[in-house]
Each structure stands twice: as structure tokens, then as C-alpha cells.
């Protein structure tokens, strides 16, 4: 008898399990449908890097120390220094009137980099580069619907994306085709 | 010209409309089962192709013609290519007997329920030629699951639609529905409601549903005996499969739920009702329960199932006498 | 064999032919992976049947190897952390855990107290993550294909909630040495505050739907009975443990962190199945809802990094020492050894999985096919931990 009361109440559960299902299917559903639709909350989201603008536009705050490609530890970022530019005749004299006493000449090359070449495919999404930053010139986009058909797509140059962005068209030939459109 | 005898006529046109009809209804029941399932999971299902995704099926229907069919090396040829095409032939048979309407009968056979019972054990020899021929071993340990399954549910499958046509008298589907009322109250699953619960818990077994779906368990064999098929020979199985399933469901609703009684709506429209109710309730029972075990699948059938239907029988065939004496 | 000769050849690679060796005659030899619907990995498991009857089995590892302590032998201890979150990505970050406290420990450095709470609150949050990963996918390899929605409806609400401090939903490498990353922004506190009770009020639900569902029941009690001694034998942790009643929680016997200061209970069971794991697993969830509302509590105002935290060009001190951490599967360890150069000398990690999987060769023993099945998933096995 007791064995009998174990099966009833043990089929009962069959339907308590098709009440559950019965209640979610008749409530809405929590599909997000991209891409007529996008999620919400990718502000914190760890997309690819990009450089952070500094005041004047198409320029980043980065000083091209290398700190972030010596930290990575997938080795993805390659920070290509400017070179010193060719000194004018005046300039050229100051120089040597500035060597003939003595001093040390300035350096005036400019400190943002020439490129930045930063490898996606590569990239572990750590944020070591960011944290190790000593202007805080990388940060993470939250670009999460990112998609190329090659790997040519991710190789990005951040320099070049930063000017694409601030509308600043550069005629560099290396930078990467999507690279420019990818920003959310 | 000799005139063509209205009987072969009225076949004819029968199994054209099967034919059709199960085409059709592969297609909605693909969509029926995908959506279902997708709501249940909180997630739309099939939404782009189509408004509210109606048109899928027929895009998988397309891809699923468009494949390469193939064999694997060393698979039988003959009896690789049997065992789909056996799978779903037998069953526009299984629809001829089905009482739609008031009259509305492609086959009026007095052998109705019998030609459906032995027809659909045809579908158990092509579960084993498509394990055996596959030379594949995940495909052999599916189809000898599946044999053991199918051929144990059909006896108590069996034992309860007998104990149905005592009590009417015929084999008949027809008479059967006939015997049955309008309302709720005078159909048959108030006189044998065990019947009904051994018939359904056999029809989930017979036709391979979740939870007794061991012979096609994808997350344990592989999908067992159909492993090596793609394209239309998959294709097959799954239309004999939701075919199955219309079938049993068809049957039920004739034998349990009054056929095509009804107030109001004609017969065919409640026919279509109730058979589509059934069908829901066996797809949301897919969804929902977890797979049960072999062993315990055959336990449930030898240990429950059968004395259950065994006893009802006779208890049947004790009152029906006692009726035919008073 | 088949009567193609050509192709005897290629019956089985260099393992299952050994294996086959020993089999007796008449018995199916039947390879389970590497590639399998059940969503453990990448395991190979060579089994010996007797119809449906398992006579041997034999787990075939090293698909997913993918040489992470020899990386650690090229990094530096910073550079490493992102490797910690992919070994296991289930319960990512008590890898993390686990080798930032074991450089730690060997530097000599603290870890500020406010720190120690947010690892604490995001390392429970993530076990819960891995539960219910567990819990679905499980359900998923017994034929329930929707217990895994919910469960992975319920997990992106962990996942946006481990989001805001970490910005990444799977792979974490969120701690640092000497502390964690990030901050929980005011945000992240709510919506945390926000999760517990929501989270309190499924589990009923998943009580209904599928712990006490007959079919379920039936698949999973007396399945894979795991004595006792077996567990010592093998060294195995965990749930897996604590599922035949060993009350072994590294949280309790080797207390790290401020886990002292949180009152919780340690779930076992007796029943040695694989319902016993379940149960264990289950009730586990809502300790951790307990761990992280007290550590809500709890946390103070500070820092969460130290002072003076290393540098990319930091070198761990010359020493050694392991650090054990309890992870949604087990005792997670990390042993760093460092002769005071660049990169780390050593660094060995020890995975809960491997000593997991070794007991399944004994405990398959004579049981049916569809119960390995039911078995290696109640092992709460991650195969890319137990290759590292």
C-alpha cells in the first residue's frame, strides 16, 4: 500500500515538472535579437583596446614609453616611436650654438607614437597594459558585436583608428580595413 | 472501358490525401516542436525565415534533399537504403483507417485497428536494418535497444486498445467512435481511464519520444541507430517519426476522446483539435522529462504496464459479459 | 575486425589496441569521445562491454593539453594571471585565486581586507556560475534539454553582475598580486544585493522541475557509489568527496583568506551516489548566498590593491611555497618555486578534475552504459583543468 502511494506521488511529479514548463512557456521571452537589437550593458565590457583622446582631437595621451607592450603577456602591442624630425637650417644652428656651449639640446620629437600596432587575435583581454599605463592612454572599448572575415581585420593600428574617429583622414595604408568601423 | 470500381476510387483519393497530408504535416509539426520547444526554453525558436519562422521547415526540408547521400565504408547498400524508405512507407498505410469525420473514412475496414497495429511493427524491422547496416557500433547498441523497446511496448499498447473494442464490440474505428457521445462524459476515457494511461505511457514508447528515447539518445550514443544517415535518409526517419506520432495520437483521441464528437464545430475541425491537443502534450513531455534509463524503460513495461493492461483486460471482458447477461 | 582487409589496419589507434589486449572475447570495445554531445571537454574514456555492461573503462587524457605550466616557466608572475582564468574556465576564478595567493604567500605580501572580501564575494558568485553550469549540462547528458536554459538564464545575471568589476564573462584574470583590479562599483553592490534573494526564489523551482522528478531520481540514486576509502585513495575533493560523507572543505580545514570570519555550513551527504554529489552541489549554491550576504556585510572601506603592488618588472623572491583554494570541484592548488629570476621556475598546479576522473576507471566497474554517462556527470569534470 505504501509502495502504491510512492508511485502516485512520484507520477505526480511528472506533473508538477509539466507545470513549470507550461508556466515559462507562456511568459515572454529574454532573447536579445541581434541584430535588430543589441544589449545594454557593454559599458564595462572588456572589448579591444583603443587609445584615449587627449584635448586635441586625433591625438592620443600616449607617450610612447612601451610599458604596456613590455607588460603584455601575449606580446600583441608594438608601439612604433616617432623619428626626430629633420631639423630646419635655423634650427640646425641653434643646435650647434646650443652644443657649443655646452648644453644639451631638447628633443623635440613629438612624444605620441607613430603607430600602434596592436594584434587582436593575440590580445587575452587582461588589462595589464591598461592598469600599467603611467598616462592612462589605453582603455577597452565595449565594441562586443566585433566581426571581420580575415585575420587582417584585427590587426589593428590604434593610432590610425584614433584619427579615423576624430575624423582626421590619414592616408596610412597599413592601418587595417575595419579597423575604423568597429567603434560602438 | 470497364467503369473503375468507386471501392479502388475511393482508396485512391484516400491515400493521395495522406500522402499529402503527411507531408504537411512533417512540415508543421517541425515548426510546432521547434517553437514549443524554444518557449519553453525562453528563447524564441525559429523566428527569421518567415513571419514567426513558418517557412523554416521547409528550408531544412530543402537543405536536407539538397545533401549528398552517402554511405560509410563497409555499410550493406541494400539494407542501408531499405531501412529509411521501410521506416515511411508503412505509415501512409496507418492513416487510411482513421475515422476524420462522420463518414469520413478512407478505408472503411472492419480490421481497422488490427491493420494498424501490424503495420506498425513494420517500423521495428527498419530500426534494426538501419543500426545492422550502418556497420557502426554506436548504431548497433541503438538499434537493439530500440528492437527490445518497440517490441515490448507494443503489448500493452495492444492489451489496452483490445479492452477499448470489447466494450464497442468491433475492430472498427468507426464503430467505435460511434459508440462514444458528444460530450466530455460519455467518451470512453471515462469508462477506461487505465486503458487510456497504458495507452499513452505505450504510445510515448512505441514512437521513440522523450523520455523513452534511448534508441536516438544524442548525448549517449550519438544518435544511435540513425548515426550514419544524413540528407533525405534522416530526413525519412524524422517524417516517419512525426508521422508515428500523429498516428498514435489519432488513434487515441478516436478510441478515448470521442473522435469527431462534438458541440458546435464539425467533425473533422474537433478531430484536428484533439489530435493537435495530444500532439502538444507530447512534445511539451519531450521537453520537459529527462531520459528514463533501458533498463527501467523495459522494467516499466514488463512489471507495470503489462499486468496493469492484463488485468484491465479481463476485467473488461468480466463486465462486458455481465452486460450481455443482464 | 572487418572483412575489409585493407582497413584492419586503422581498428583502433596505439590505446584502444593495448587496451584490447586484455579484453575478453566476445566484449565490444567502444571509444566514448573524444569528440562527445556531453558537454564535458575534450575526454576519450576506452570501454570494455559486456553488452551493456561496462567490464573496464579507461580514461584517455591529454586532447586539451595545452603546456600552461611551461608557459608559466616564460611569464612573469603578473603576465601569468590571464593564463589562470582559461586552465579552468568554469570556476576561473579560483585558479586565479590560487596562484595569486601562492605568489603572494611567497613574496610575504598582504592583501588589504577589503580586497580579501570583494575575492571572497566574486569567487562565490563565480562558484555559483559554475553550478549551475554543472547543473545544466548534467540534465543535458541525462535527456532534459531544458533545465539548461534556465539555468544558463540564471548565470547571465551572475555573469552581468561579474561583468562590472572584471569586464569579461567567462575567462577572468581579475586579481592581482596584492589584491584585485577593480573596485565593485556602487552599481555592482545593488545588483548583487538585488541577486540574492531573486536567486533564493529558483531554487524551488529547480526543486520542482527536475530534483524531485521520478525519472531524474531514478537515473542518479545508487549510481556510482564512491566509498569512502576509494575517495582517500584517489585524493579526491570536493563535492565528490563530501558526496560520500567526507567533511573535507579547504575553506574549513586549511582556512585562507577571511573565510574565519563567515559563518556557513558544509554540505555532505551519505549517500555516496551520484545523488549524494547532487545534493551536495545544490545545497551549496544557497551557501554561498549565505557566504556572499555576510561578506556584503562585512566589507570595509580600503583599498583594494596594496600599496606598492608589483610592477610589470617585479620578480618573486627566491622561494617556494602552495597555496590551496576550495573550487566549485575540488582542492585547487597552485605551487610556485622562483630562484629570484624574471620568470617563474616552476609553477605546478593541481587540478581537483584529475584525481576526480581517476576514480571513474573503479567506479564504472560493472555498471550499465547510460550510467557512465550519468556518473562522469555528476564528476563535475572540466577536461581543459584536468589537461591544463
Redesign the interface.
Known sequence: MKEALQTVSDLWSLMVGLNVTKRYFLEPQVTVRYPWKEVDNLATFKGHLELVSSKTPGKGKCISCGMCAMACPSNCLTVVKRKAPKPTPEEEQALAEAKAKGEKPKDKTPKDPEKFLYDYTLCSLCGTCMENCPVGALDFTGSAYLAGYTREDFHFDLVQVLKNQAGLEGVDETAAPGAGQSEG | MNAIPAELLHIVIGLVAVAASVGLIGLVMVWVERK?????????GP?EVGPSGVLQPLCDALKLVGKQLFMP??ADPILFWLAPVLAFLPVLLLFLPLPVGDGLQALDINLGLLLILAFSGLAVLSVLLAGWAS?N??GL?GAARGVAQSVAYEIPLLLSVLSVSFVAGSLNLATVVEGQGTWPWNWNIMTQPLAFLIYSVSAFGETNR??F??PE????L?AGFHTEYSGMGFGLFFLAEYANMVVVCAVATALFLGGWHGPVLPGPVWFVLKVSALMLLMV?????????????LLNINWKWLLPLAVANLLLTAFFVKLAQFA | MTRYQNIDHLAGDFYTQNFAQTAAEGNLILNLGPQHPSTHGVLRVVVELDGEYIMRAEPILGYLHRMHEKMAEVKTAAQFIPNMGRVDYGHALGWNWAFVGAVEKAAGIEVPERAEYVRVITCELNRIASHLLWWGAYLLDLGAFTPIMYAFDDREKVLDILQDPTGSRLTYSYYRIGGVAKDLSQDCLDSIRAFIPWFRSRLPMYKDLVTDNIILRKRIEDIGVIEKDACRRFGATGPVARGSGINYDVRRNEPYSVYPKLDFEIPTSERKCARGRYDVRMAEMEQCLRIIEQALEMMPEGDILVKGAPKPSWKVPAGEAYFAVEGARGKIGAYVVSDGGKNIYRTKLRAPGFCNLSLFAEVSRGTILADAVAILGSLDLIIPEIDR
Open positions: 514549443v520547444a524554444g518557449h519553453i526554453q525562453r528563447r524564441p523566428f565504408l563497409g556497420n557500433k554506436y547498441l522523450a523520455p528515447d534511448l539518445a544524442e548525448s549517449e550519438t511539451f513531455a519531450r521537453w520537459t522529462f529527462p531520459r528514463v534509463r533501458f533498463d527501467q
